[in-house]
């Protein structure tokens, strides 16, 4: 048996047990659930971004270490070139693997990807420098700090700027 229900702006569909059979209904409540909770495209590109940005992370985290460690360069200009590594690496996997976006204007887009990643990364260093020098955490544990937190800008900006204004 089929039912509606409002969620807010949105109607969701609950797949209930014919009530001679009702002891099936709470199973098929629940995998109804999961199944709108997988559907919400939102939350789909979210934990895609979050793949993608995770690989992203990796490059930068990993140039971040080697050029501080094995090169002795300061630990805030290796963050930021590091990071700009890391931008690119993102934009590329999310255009075309996360919002699967057709857009041929790579330069104007790529412009507004770079403003949304540049406030990302002003709030990254801001965080990294709060950190480790009032912190006095290791740069290390700072940067994973400072990337969980501005994950939620990135994605919001590249959702509703960069990917929704070239389509």
Known sequence: MRKLFRNGDR???SYRAHPKTEKWGICCTMFSRIRNLATNRTLTLF????????????VDMVLL???TEFLHIWYFS??????????????????????????THIAPQFGVFLFVA??????NQGILFFLVEWGKLWYMHAKLIAVCI???????????????LFQ
């Open 11 to 13: 109607y969701l569909v």
């Open 47 to 58: 934990l895609q971004y979050n793949i993608y940005a995770s690989a992203a992370a990796v």
């Open 65 to 67: 270490y080697s050029l």
């Open 78 to 103: 290796s963050a930021a070139l590091a990071t700009t590594c890391g931008m690119v690496v993102n934009y590329s996997m999310n255009k075309y693997l996360n919002f699967k976006n057709p857009s």
């Open 118 to 123: 540049g406030i990302g990364w002003l709030l």
């Open 150 to 164: 501005v994950v939620f800008w990135s994605f919001s900006g590249h959702k509703h700027l960069t990917f929704s």
